[in-house]
């Protein structure tokens, strides 16, 4: 019988994750299914143990169970430590290993996959929920100068960068933007479901300026748009994450990565 995966969460209909590691696992040559599990909002710790008891060998953990998932987890990587949550589980005899991939994810995309420079360069991390934190600590370990927390409620910006602990960290409300530069604005807001985006000053890119969306979609997301037309040389979305966070996982369970650049290109949809 091949080895069992799957993604967990809620709601799970659209996740492209099945497609991915069905991808990563004809490409690598490994005997395995992955599906998808709509996890109860009451009872996630039942839905995995019952996963487990059906020889299930591993998890994705997406929107709301991350947090879960850390708590259930019986050890846990330092950087799902650091991000507060987890987003891959590996079963492992009686014991549930959690880690989180995501931040990876993000660098991966932005460093291997389109080159962006992170040395030196001054980062906006526009959000202070959990999409941010888990992409914080990976991306000040690429060695900016200067990265800026902001969010619609202030103190949740300044309590993240308490937490960063780290002097080039500040946070900040929305408000308190004007007048400054960065060469990557990082959207890690709800703000894109609403079709929105955060309330930033129009001249806050630099020239030659990139911005990302963790979020992706069929379209342009409205800050790929807001990018476009604020002159970003690159604007991206989330689509390159998504596969590189799932490569990152693929290759805790199996033990091999897979080579991402064929996969997002199956992926996009524009
Ligand atoms: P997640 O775990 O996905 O990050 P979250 O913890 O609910 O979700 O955080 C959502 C983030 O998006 C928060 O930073 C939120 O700002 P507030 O802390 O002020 O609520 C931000 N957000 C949501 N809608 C927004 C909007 N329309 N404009 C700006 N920020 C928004």
Redesign the pocket.
């Known amino acids: 019988m091949s080895d069992r995966y799957a993604v967990i969460g809620n709601p799970i209909e659209h996740s492209r994750s099945p497609e991915i590691h069905a991808l990563f696992a004809r490409q690598t040559g490994q005997d395995m299914e992955y599906g998808r599990i709509l996890g109860s909002l009451d009872d996630f710790a039942d839905d995995v143990r019952r996963f487990i008891a059906e020889g299930g060998r591993g998890l994705n953990v997406t929107?709301?169970f991350?947090e879960q998932a850390f708590a259930l987890a019986d050890e846990r990587s330092e950087r799902a430590q650091r991000a507060g949550?987890v987003n891959t589980l590996v079963f492992e005899g009686n014991r549930i290993r959690g880690d989180n991939t995501d931040g990876a994810g993000l660098v991966r995309d932005l460093g291997c996959n389109h080159r962006f420079a992170f040395a030196g360069s001054r980062i906006l991390l526009?959000?202070?929920?959990?999409?941010?934190?888990?992409v914080l600590f990976p991306l000040l370990e690429e060695g900016p100068a200067a990265l800026v927390i902001a969010?619609?409620?202030a103190h949740?910006?300044l309590e993240l960068a308490a937490l960063a602990d780290d002097p080039r960290v500040t946070g900040c409300g929305?408000d308190a933007l004007a007048g400054q530069r960065f060469d990557l604005i990082v959207n890690?807001?709800?703000?894109g479901?609403?079709g929105?985006?955060?309330?930033i000053p129009d001249d806050c890119l630099a020239e030659d300026g990139w911005t990302y969306d963790m979020m992706y979609g069929r379209e342009p997301t409205a800050f790929v748009r807001w990018g476009r037309e604020h002159g970003a040389a690159r604007a991206l979305d989330g689509l390159g994450m998504l596969v590189e966070q799932a490569a990152e996982s693929f290759l805790l369970w199996r033990g091999v990565m897979p080579d991402t650049g064929p996969v997002i290109d199956a992926l996009r949809y524009y």
Request: proline share 7%; charged share 15%; net charge positive.
């Open positions: 929107v709301p991350k949550a526009l959000g202070a929920g959990g999409a941010s934190r888990g969010n619609r409620t949740k910006a929305l890690g807001t709800a703000a479901l609403a929105g985006v955060p309330a």
